[in-house]
């Protein structure tokens, strides 16, 4: 399957492939540090618009994001290893795929800005076609507030839009941005976490250990368990 990259519109800025904190990670990735993410408060309020970097940054600027749990029809989740070439959180284990709603203007609009971001993403890392997905197959879930550094330089500090999807799809990832996928179950997903040499990324912790066991229990009716709270989950590891 042929995937086509999308690569969201640049803020003007004076940063350029020279920038320090950018040497020596993929092109393509420091292409994508430049997209415009989403300002907001806490209460998820637009503040206005950064480039990727100066949101990651540092101590980092409260941003929109998304994460999305792909099921397929056996009841299974799509969770994916990220690629060594990711500047924040390299090589940790991931829910489906997770990202940002840019300042554009079929991104800014909330919830349904969100489901068009991540069609976008799920074609742009999965190979996902986006004719094969309905904005309305994506069950907007919750949201969360939380922050977490990577190291001493990257940090995310993000409201991230949940959504859970259930369908068999035909995936084809990309090897810039994913190293492995692989479909689990539950048990297997336990095991996972449990590994001591496997490295979770946080807001996936967060998501396992404070949603994930009511959407399991509830794929057949996922449009029924959404809530429209914003769950503060400070400072997480």
């Not at 990259?5 to 003007?12: D, E, N, T």
């Not at 094969?132 to 922050?147: A, D, G, P």
């Not at 996972?192 to 967060?206: M, Q, T, V, Y």
């Not at 794929?219 to 769950?231: P, S, T, Y």
């Amino acid at each position: 399957m042929h995937c086509s990259f999308l690569i969201g519109p640049l803020i003007q800025s004076t940063m350029s492939e020279a920038r320090p904190e950018l040497q020596g990670y993929d092109q393509e990735q420091i292409e994508m540090m430049k997209e415009a993410c989403i300002l907001v408060d806490e209460e998820d309020n637009i503040l206005g618009k950064d480039t990727k970097i100066n949101c990651h940054l540092g101590e980092g600027k409260l941003h929109r994001a998304f994460s999305i749990l792909l099921f397929n029809n056996s009841g299974k989740l799509l969770i994916q290893k990220r690629a060594s070439e990711k500047i924040t959180f390299p090589s940790i284990w991931a829910n489906s795929c997770c990202s940002h709603p840019l300042h554009i203007d079929s991104e800014v609009n909330g919830i349904d800005g969100a489901k068009t971001a991540a069609k976008r993403k799920m074609e742009q890392e999965l190979g996902i076609e986006p004719d094969l997905i309905k904005l309305e197959q994506l069950n907007y879930i919750t949201k969360m507030v939380y922050k977490a550094r990577a190291d001493e330089k990257w940090v995310e500090h993000e409201i991230d839009y949940i959504f859970a999807i259930k369908c068999d799809l035909e995936i084809n990832p990309n090897n810039i941005e994913i190293e492995e996928t692989r479909y689990v179950n539950l048990e297997e997903l336990e095991a996972l976490f449990g590994d001591k040499e496997a490295k979770i990324g946080p807001w996936f912790r967060i998501i396992k250990e404070n949603f994930l066991n009511d959407i399991w229990k509830t794929l057949d009716n996922l449009d029924e368990i959404g809530d429209n709270k914003i769950h503060h989950m400070g400072n997480c590891e």
